[in-house]
């Protein structure tokens, strides 16, 4: 089984009661066979809306894999906004996530204990993955300089990513 990508890869999910309200997933690509690099890939509103330095990478990440999160089951997926700029990604396994590109800022806080994670065929795209997962207690999102309102946020960190196939 040949190696597709490994990196890391937390994410946020904000919701208001049952309803999500935004998603977004923040990328350290440490390797892939579409290059390295950081991106960040934010479902809010209808719209999917990728910041990265590199557009190839970024719209594969969404397409190949965001797309077919749990997290957006159900949800339109419309072609994605790509903005090219970079990255900053701070990621501490042991507090948390500061992620911002463009107008977008992704922090994820309170990182609980971490444990494996294994998935052999994953719901859509049908290739496996395993990486070490870190629930945590919150997360917020601001896009244009406005926090992102939602009621309750299910937020984790995922690092020692690979995802594999064929």
Same mark, same amino acid.
């Given at each position: 089984m040949s190696v597709l990508l490994f990196g890391a890869n937390p994410g946020l999910t904000l919701r208001d009661g049952e309803r999500t309200v935004a998603f977004a997933s923040a990328w350290r690509v440490d390797w892939s066979v579409r290059g390295a690099g950081t991106a960040l890939v934010v479902w809010y509103d209808g719209e999917v809306r990728i910041a990265t330095e590199s557009p190839d990478l970024g719209r594969w990440l969404a397409e190949a894999f965001v797309r077919h999160f749990p997290e957006v089951a159900g949800l339109p997926w419309p072609e994605p906004a790509v903005t090219v700029a970079p990255v900053r990604l701070e990621l501490d396994h042991a507090a948390g996530l500061r992620a911002s590109a463009a107008d977008a800022e992704l922090e994820i806080t309170g990182a609980g204990q971490p444990r494996a994670i294994g998935v052999e065929a994953f719901p859509g795209n049908g290739l496996r993955?395993?990486?070490?997962?870190?629930?945590? &207690?919150?997360?917020?999102?601001?896009?244009?300089?406005?926090?992102?309102?939602?009621?309750?946020?299910?937020?984790?960190?995922?690092?020692? &990513?690979?995802?594999?196939?064929?």
């Open positions: 993955l395993t990486n070490v997962y870190i629930p945590c &207690e919150s997360g917020r999102l601001r896009l244009g300089g406005t926090e992102i309102a939602a009621t309750s946020a299910n937020a984790f960190l995922a690092d020692a &990513e690979v995802w594999s196939g064929g």
